[in-house]
């Protein structure tokens, strides 16, 4: 389960200049959250039914991935490197 440091640095990552809203990004790419034990986050979405989409086109290099909107639509890259 997400502790709710990890959820409130997720939130802040959200957030520009303390106020909510939409990511700007210099091109192509999301945050991306490097985690220890994948799986945790993506149960505690799925739970909240939050909707995840596994990405395995890095799985070669040893990464392992999914991606999640945040209620804002940014997506967020979960990733555990193995």
């Avoid at 939130?11 to 192509?28: K, N, T, V």
């Amino acid at each position: 389960m997400l502790a709710g440091r990890m959820a409130e640095r997720i939130q802040a990552a959200c957030s520009r200049d303390g106020r909510r809203g939409r990511l700007r990004s210099g091109g192509e790419g999301a945050p991306a959250f490097d985690v220890v034990g994948l799986a945790s986050p993506k149960a505690h979405l799925l739970a909240n039914e939050v909707d995840v989409t596994d990405d395995g086109a890095r799985a070669d290099e040893g990464v392992v991935r999914f991606y999640a909107n945040d209620p804002f639509g940014n997506r967020l890259e979960i990733m555990e490197l193995r």
